[in-house]
């Protein structure tokens, strides 16, 4: 009964605009199970209830769309670019230290993920349905809210070209409609992003 109360309560509550900035990191593998690293830079805008928030997520992976070095010498010229639009929500605890869980769908593309050699067709794809799923913490700290986010993104429509002709070890037919995940660890800042306590 509490429960309902407070889940009433919640959706009753006036809202508050949310916004929210995060720089950090992604991964995701190439086609032969090399990881890739890139910065990752994301914004959300959207409303905050107490038990809740949802909102508008942009994302971009600001990596090398793909290497043509083909020097397999470190450091690797291997590449990982993508990005996202999505439209999120989920619960959320409340307070000054809150943790939530976000869920959400949109549209994204990768536009290369590679290993370092020039002898591999890149991951890539067009634009097309794309998900994601994001664990969160808050913290309140003099009127702003800082937090770090673990999460991943599902990009759909992936697909690669055909390998190079006369190397057979690399001559794979072309593929598509492949998904790939990338994950990512933000650190995020945001005003009075929270519900009010």
Sequence with gaps: MALAIALVSSLAAPLHFA????VGGAAATDRYGGWHQAPVVAVFVGHDAPFWVAGIRAMGVLGTPDSTSGN?????????????????????T?????????????????????CDCSEVP????GIAPAFVATAEGRWRV?????GLQLGGALFTG???????????TFGAPAESGLVRPVGYLLLTLGPRLASRT
């Design 142 to 146: 003099a009127g702003l809210w800082i």
């Design 122 to 125: 890149a991951l890539e794809g």
């Design 19 to 22: 916004l929210e900035v995060g």
């Design 72 to 92: 397999n010498r470190p450091p690797s010229n291997g590449g990982l670019h993508a990005w996202g639009v999505f439209v999120e929500g989920g619960p959320h």
């Design 158 to 168: 992936v697909g690669h070209s055909a390998g190079f002709p006369g190397q057979p």
């Design 94 to 114: 409340a307070g000054d230290v809150m943790v939530g869980l976000r869920l959400g769908a949109g549209v994204g593309r990768v536009l290369g993920i590679q």
